[in-house]
């Protein structure tokens, strides 16, 4: 888990901090500010110091001291606190301090590791780490008894040895004796006389200082070694101040150079020899060698330092051995597997923590990372930690090398990209959300032109069929007229040919006037023309009333409402208007229309929408035709075929009625038929169309009547619609009625 953004140090913001992060110790930590107010104390110092947190934190020891009312369990410890504190503060430098603590009568150790924090400029903290030691310091009272008494028994050893006047050769037995006590002891003895010549030391002594025998330090001093000037000098100086004082200095913690180049630390005691008048004869020194135990120390202050790096670190940390079993961990990582403390991991595997069930496969993963010695980096997981919270985690497992570049273990670094993943997921759906409302605005932009184009489009139709129907209606009333009157004037020709006739049989010679002007006008050719002129004349008439009647058919564009149509008379109109397209002219031949009308039941239809679907659709197939035309005049292999429309219906298995409209044109490609029935796209020059005739037959054809309209076509092989709409409208009965034109009554008079 991410850890939270660094906050400055106060009272409020690093309690709350340090506590989380400090609980799970077993140390004793506390944190104090540069003024030593306290501003953390985690539980295991609590429950040292039987102390109430809240009582402590924001006060100095001495304000807390003298505010708590009740004695302290531990009066002492926050006296020397005090010290340690303003010490650390004034030298800037960490310092180690041993502190005594007494409770139910029982005494512990505790060695306490002060340490400044710093930011840019001075300290800001103070951090302090305090561990048991009780059972070191045990051991180490313990050694020092023995060696005060080892010490007194060699101070009076020695004593009796200066003092007694005995023979040369018990005296040499007596030296002989001591020397090898002191040879059997472990550790490191010599001494001095009062100017820091060596008179003598131990086979441990003269093994570090590199002589071969111990008799050979006689006369030596400590500039005779391999020591430094400067180091010779702290030595020598630190004799005299015991020898001045008379007053030994024990366990002091020191150091010194091996021959061999290696830095040793003792636990050094160093005790003034003097006579029986008091005076200073010289000085013993004891050194034991701690080094083993000093840099066990300094591994652990670095391990307990490494750690609280890696917990500082904002990644999840854990290394595990070749063998897959955990060595260690960081607090991010320890708290996502569930654990009180990253120190539980070290021994435990996979299966021994909360991810059971996944537990293999990391192992899986683990193991090729070692075998294959290749890091895995940016491995993108999705679990659940201890919390049950979801989570997406950012792995990185890399293999763990040893001096010889062998492959001993496994380091994997995870970092929580929760944070990051849910807002990609909220971007993805915030995206999403946009491209569904850009496609709806898209969409409705689609609409606003297509219902533009429509409602441009249908009133023009509209305008048309206006302009048609009254055309239609003032050329009906003078045909009707005429034809009415055909009749009439038949009969009365027939009447005036039969008096003639007869008149010519009664009155063969007539007077020259009349035969002069029957001459003049031919009478036997009129009359054989007359009946002639008049028959053309009622097939004329007859030819107009058809036209005028498709004329009123097409013109029923702005119907609303649903009619019971006949579809093929439909179709007849429309042929009947694009008649004068149909013909030869100079240009182009005739186009030959082939019908092959089914049984079709009338129709549920709007009347003059679907008239203008036939319109566009017979108009595309002939300007289809007159294109084609030009291009097979180029080729001998089509030119024998005549330009033709094929018109079939017929009746659906699901009750629609199915108009097809097929041409042999040019055809045209699978791109061009794919956006047939798009808004404003066409394929004619310039002038020649708008592309919205087959975009409105579509929504008048599928939208309007809840049908089809499918085209069919291959480059070459001609094109062929097929439009399929229900018999039956499910539209509210608005008195649907049977669409009839009859012709009007025959009159005499116009009017």
Request: negative net charge.
């Amino acid at each position: 888990m991410k850890q939270p953004a660094p906050q400055s140090i106060d009272t409020l913001s690093s309690s709350s901090h340090l506590q989380a992060f400090f609980d799970c110790s077993s140390d004793v930590i506390l944190e104090h500010d540069s003024a030593f107010r306290c501003l953390a104390v985690n539980s295991a110092g609590v429950s040292l110091l039987q102390i109430l947190p809240q009582d402590y934190i924001g006060k100095t020891s001495q304000e807390f001291i003298d505010h708590h009312l009740d004695p302290l369990p531990h009066l002492s410890f926050f006296q020397e606190l005090s010290t340690c504190l303003e010490q650390v503060l004034q030298t800037g430098a960490r310092l180690q301090h041993l502190h005594e603590m007494t409770a139910d009568q029982e005494t512990r150790f505790y060695e306490f590791s002060y340490t400044p924090i710093r930011d840019a400029i001075r300290i800001i903290a103070i951090v302090s780490v305090g561990r048991d030691v009780t059972a070191d310091q045990i051991r180490q009272r313990q050694l020092d008894h023995f060696l005060r008494r080892a010490q007194t028994r060699l101070l009076s050893l020695i004593r009796y040895i200066n003092s007694c006047n005995l023979a040369q050769e018990s005296l040499q037995q007596r030296e002989a004796v001591l020397q090898t006590v002191l040879d059997n002891m472990p550790q490191c003895i010599f001494w001095k006389d009062a100017q820091s010549v060596y008179q003598g030391c131990n086979r441990q002594w003269a093994d570090l200082v590199g002589i071969a025998e111990a008799h050979e330090i006689v006369g030596k001093t400590d500039y005779s070694f391999a020591w430094s000037q400067e180091d010779a000098d702290s030595y020598r100086a630190f004799d005299r101040d015991v020898m001045t004082s008379g007053v030994p200095q024990l366990q002091v913690l020191t150091s010194r150079l091996h021959v061999n180049g290696e830095q040793l630390w003792f636990n050094g005691n160093k005790i003034p020899i003097q006579g029986i008048d008091g005076a200073a004869m010289g000085i013993l020194c004891m050194f034991e060698n701690i080094s083993d135990r000093q840099r066990a120390d300094e591994l652990n202050k670095s391990a307990e330092l490494l750690q609280l790096v890696l917990d500082n670190i904002p990644q999840s940390l854990f290394w595990k051995d070749r063998e897959l079993v955990y060595l260690g961990c960081n607090r991010n990582w320890g708290k996502a597997a569930g654990l009180q403390n990253p120190l539980e991991v070290v021994g435990k595997t996979d299966y021994d923590l909360i991810w059971k069930e996944e537990a293999e496969l990391y192992r899986e993963q683990d193991r090729q990372v070692m075998e294959t010695d290749t890091p895995v980096l940016h491995l993108i997981e999705h679990r659940h930690n201890a919390d049950e919270q979801e989570a997406w985690i950012d792995v990185n497992k890399i293999p763990i090398h040893d001096a010889e570049g062998n492959v001993i273990g496994i380091l994997g670094a995870i970092e929580d990209i929760t944070e990051r993943k849910l807002a990609e997921i909220a971007l993805q759906k915030s995206e999403a959300q946009l491209r569904q409302q850009t496609e709806q605005l898209a969409q409705t932009l689609r609409d606003l032109k297509q219902a533009q184009a429509q409602l441009v489009q249908t009133e023009k139709m509209s305008s048309l069929g206006q302009l048609v129907a009254g055309v239609a209606h003032e050329i009906n009333n003078p045909v009707n007229f005429i034809y009415g009157n055909v009749s009439y004037a038949h009969d009365y020709t027939q009447d005036l040919l039969s008096l003639i006739e007869l008149y010519q049989k009664h009155y063969p010679n007539p007077v020259p006037a009349v035969q002069q002007e029957i001459e003049a006008i031919d009478l036997d050719f009129v009359l054989e023309d007359l009946p002639k002129s008049l028959s053309s004349m009622k097939l004329g008439a007859e030819r107009i009333q058809a036209i005028v009647l498709a004329l009123r058919n097409f013109s029923r564009m702005d119907e609303a409402a649903v009619k019971i149509v006949n579809i093929h008379e439909g179709i007849d109109s429309t042929l009947m208007i694009l008649h004068s397209r149909l013909k030869a002219n100079a240009n182009a031949a005739e186009i030959t229309v082939i019908k092959e009308y089914g049984n079709l039941p009338d129709v549920e239809c709007y009347v003059g929408q679907l008239n203008q679907v036939f319109m566009n659709i017979l108009a595309n197939a002939i300007d289809a035709l007159e294109e084609g035309l030009g291009v097979r005049d180029q080729g001998a292999e089509e030119s024998n075929r005549p330009p033709t429309i094929h018109i079939r219906t017929e009746v659906t298995d699901t009750q629609q009625v199915r108009i097809c409209i097929a041409d042999n044109g040019l055809g045209m490609t699978e791109e061009v038929r794919n956006r047939l029935f798009d808004p404003f796209f066409t394929t004619k020059a310039v002038g020649k169309g708008t592309g919205l005739g087959l975009s409105i037959s579509y929504q008048i054809v599928v939208e309007r009547h809840k049908g089809s309209l499918q085209c069919f076509s291959e480059l070459g092989q001609g094109c062929e619609f097929w439009i399929e709409v229900p018999i039956a409208q499910n539209v509210p009965d608005e008195g649907n009625t049977k669409a009839e034109y009859p012709l009007p009554e025959t009159t005499r008079d116009l009017g």
